[in-house]
């Protein structure tokens, strides 16, 4: 089992910043791919970016590149999401997970809301 836990999310302007932070617990969390998903009001949940066990890989929806980093800090079992030039249609609850690969997540987290005001 591995428990997720977010931080970080709250309301910014539009073209301000927030970092995102995902803290793991349990299994080893250098075995996992993290990512971070989103599901605004309405709509379906849609991936926003993954990063590999060391750190070396990651890939974004094409929505926010540019725009967001993801990066992890496997000593202190945390997965991060940097947000820059946010837009009100980042507005959303902000999950990580965690999975075995890239597309397939085991574990979820219970969320934090991102609103974004224009």
């Known amino acids: 089992q591995v428990q997720l836990v977010e931080s970080g999310g709250g309301l910014v302007q539009a073209g301000g910043s927030l970092r995102l932070s995902c803290a793991a617990s349990?299994?080893?969390?250098?075995?996992?791919?993290m990512g971070w998903f989103r599901q605004a009001p309405g709509k379906e949940r849609e991936f926003v970016a993954v990063?590999?066990?060391?750190?070396?890989?990651?890939n974004y929806a094409d929505s926010v590149k540019g725009r967001f980093t993801i990066s992890r800090d496997n000593a202190k079992r945390t997965v991060y999401l940097q947000m820059n030039s946010l837009k009100p249609e980042d507005t959303a609850v902000y999950y990580c997970?965690?999975?075995?690969?890239?597309?397939?997540?085991?574990?979820w987290g219970q969320g934090t809301q991102v609103t974004v005001s224009s």
């Open positions: 997970a965690a999975g075995r690969a890239s597309n397939a997540y085991n574990y």
């Open positions: 349990g299994r080893t969390f250098s075995d996992y791919y």
């Open positions: 990063i590999g066990w060391s750190g070396g890989s990651t």
